[in-house]
């Protein structure tokens, strides 16, 4: 488990990360949000030792990283921002070097290597120096490093930024097939990605913890969750309306958007886990309207996002 | 202890072909090849004084180790701060003074080379004459010892700073320090307005009082203990710099 407490952090006197407090256990992967220069990454920094917190600290499977930073430090793979790596090394140098420090030695580090280079699609650019690799690349050969000695921890600082969407998802399922024995934090400012991956997350915003939940629960914050959206053939919205608001549990209907073919409504109920759905349905085929999609939103993280960040 | 030397050799291997690895090596090795030669023989007079030892080679290495070796240290620590592989390496499970120590004697045995492959003087001196060969081996271990100590300083301002630039002007400064401070007319600018005992212990700070004895073939243990303790006092310096300034 990596427990984070009450962790804070001045730059001067501007307090980038404000008495920070979550814990992590094994089997979760905790989404890390928030906007640009929110604290994500001095977070990160912090619970992986590289920067000393001006308060608090972090314990990283029982060690301290503060009073046992080198045990601490064993049990953390880290994938920093930008995934820097030696550029005048190739790939199995700098995996070769890693490993020494790991403390892998003989047979048993050639195969550890030849193991993390499997698992991160990098056979083809084993004997290329770093600095002849694309980015995507990069970014594998550092998170091939974090995940080398097999670790119970894992902190990635924006993983798959700058990949391409193929990469992005090759990353990603990584990261879950990974995650059933380990602790993962990753930092992203990518909702569809925290989304896909993060069974859990936390929406930081001037460093202070604003959201701690599970993506599904964060929807649920959304304005439009449980609300129905509804295309329709062209129709007068002026006799649907006062029917559809009329119905049990339904607070209100509005039209969204209108042209020459289509009419589009959203039907917001009264409680947001009170299906209002089949209710419409029955209203629609009454009066034999010609529907052409009808949805239940499930409500939209970056609205929510927006709300809880203070960004309007 | 294992754990220690461990990580000392893996950083020390990847520094020592980071060298290898790029063009800075050699140009480094030819330059100062080709300096300690002019300085030797154009302007030490080797022939002219024709005297069998090697004084006209050792006696320019201050001034030739104030341009280069900060040279070589610059991009120990902006290097990484510059690619950010600087977060990789301090959050390893290695303790900075590991990491410091493995830098460190990289680029000082990467000295060491360089100095080596100035044997074929020393092949000079034996074919033309009857050298002490202790006194020149004095003068080599004197020589690396303060390049040493050249180097500590170079690899302190490096951590300074992520300008591989800023870092080389200020470890010249900081060496010009070191190696004025036992230069002759400077040293008889002071004694113009301050005590003796000043002017000494100015004097007794110097690269070059320490050097001047074992270039003439006497290593004296305090000199020795000079260097040494010059090199750990940077080296704990770059360490308390570093604490200080990871991340910026």
Known sequence: MIEVKNMTKFFGIKKAVDDISFNVAKGEILGFLGPNGAGKSTTMRMITGFIPPSGGTAIIGGSDILQHPIAAREKIGYLPENAPVYPDMTVFEYLDFCAQIRGFSGTKRTAKIEETLEKCFLNEVTYQTVNTLSKGFKQRVCFAQSILHDPEYLILDEPTDGLDPNQKHEVRMMIKAMSARKAIILSTHILEEMDAVCTRAIIIADGVVVADDTPDALRAQSSVHGAVSLTLAATDPQELLPRLQALEGVQSASVIGQDNQHLTLRIYPEQKDVLIAAKVMDVLQDSAYKIESLFVEQGKLDEVFRTITGGG | ?248
């Not at chain 2, 200020?170 to 005590?195: E, H, K």
């Not at chain 2, 290593?219 to 040494?228: A, S, T």
């Open chain 2, 1 to 248: 202890m294992n754990q220690m030397s461990r990580n000392i050799s893996a950083i020390f291997k990847r520094e020592l072909s980071g060298y290898f690895g790029s063009p800075v090596a050699y140009v480094f090795i030819v330059i100062f090849l080709l300096l300690t030669g002019f300085f030797t023989f154009y302007i030490g007079h080797f022939f002219e004084l024709g005297q069998a030892d090697l004084r006209p080679f050792f006696q320019w290495h201050p001034w030739i180790f104030l341009f280069l070796i900060p040279a070589v240290a610059m991009r120990l620590w902006a290097e990484e701060r510059r690619l950010g592989t600087i977060e990789l390496i301090l959050t390893l499970p290695v303790r900075m003074s590991e990491v410091i120590a493995g830098k460190f004697l990289a680029a000082w045995v990467f000295i060491g080379i360089a100095l080596l492959l100035t044997f074929p003087l020393v092949i000079t001196v034996a074919y033309l004459g009857d050298p002490d060969l202790g006194a020149i081996f004095c003068g080599y271990i004197g020589s690396f010892l303060m390049a040493g100590a050249f180097l500590s300083v170079g690899l302190m301002t490096s951590a300074l700073t992520r300008s591989q630039v800023i870092s080389f002007i200020v470890a010249v400064a900081v060496c010009l320090f070191f190696v004025l401070a036992g230069y002759a007319p400077v040293n008889a600018v002071i004694s113009g307005w301050a005590p003796v005992w000043f002017v000494n212990l100015i004097a007794e700070l110097s690269f070059l009082t320490h050097f001047i004895s074992i270039e003439r073939g006497v290593l004296d243990f305090r000199d020795v203990l000079y260097y040494i303790s010059v090199i750990i006092f940077m080296l704990f310096a770059n360490g308390v710099i570093l604490n200080n300034r990871k991340a910026s």
